[in-house]
């Protein structure tokens, strides 16, 4: 398993105490991975002594006015490249497809393309085909960055992070055609409503299953069983 991507995969993740528990170990293994530049295991302290320290009730509500109130923000991967078209149904039962022909079965009732979800997948798979895959989402990790950073949020780090890892640099223009894209104010519940207003279709388990039990948080971090600050430290 690649415990860089598990872990990026849970700090992207809601919230909850069980991953406030972590997170000594997780910043460990990010802290130990060489393949990030030392800027940019630097940039991801503060968001790792946050997900620490912070009151959990507040770490909620940041997460969700920032991922789930601006659609800029999505941790849906194709909503930043399909929107609302069509193509992106056909993309969505492709990824899944490859979820389940790879024996990938998500435990969340998340839609596939969802950043956490995606990565959790790419843990297990060989690096160099989890960084191809990286790669081509790389111009949207790389605005969802510049995004964060102008709301001076320190998740902004997790995609400098990933746009690392992806071993290259995101095409300039791509990424400024998706930094300015505009989005309703947050604030205008009216508008967002209005922007959100088509169902949203579910693949996968059943949408009203919920998130994962909070128990299997540090095993599904480690298979099979071993510390994680052990095996960052070799």
Known sequence: MDRTLKALSLVLSYPTPDLQAAMPEIAAVLAADTRLTAAGRRALRPLMDALANDDIYDLQERFVLLFDRSRSLSLNLFEHVHGESRERGGAMVSLLE?????????????????????????????????????????????????????????????????????????????????????????????????????????????????????????????????????????
Request: proline share 9%; net charge negative.
């Open 98 to 234: 490859t979820y389940q022909d790879a024996g990938f079965e998500p435990a969340t009732s998340e839609l596939p393309d969802h950043v956490p979800v995606l990565l959790e997948f790419l843990a297990l798979r060989p690096f160099q085909e989890a960084q191809a895959i990286l790669a081509d989402a790389a111009h949207i990790f790389a605005a969802l960055a510049t995004r964060l950073e102008r709301r001076d949020s320190p998740y902004a780090a997790v995609f400098g992070a990933l746009g690392q890892l992806a071993g290259e640099c995101a095409d300039p223009e791509s990424v400024a055609a998706l930094v300015a894209q505009q989005e309703p104010d947050p604030n205008d519940l009216q508008a967002l409503d209005e922007v959100w207003e088509e169902a949203e279709v579910r693949f996968g388990p059943d949408p009203n299953a919920g998130c994962p039990q909070a128990r299997d948080l540090l095993a599904r971090m480690d298979e099979p069983q071993r510390p994680l600050a052990a095996e960052a430290a070799e």
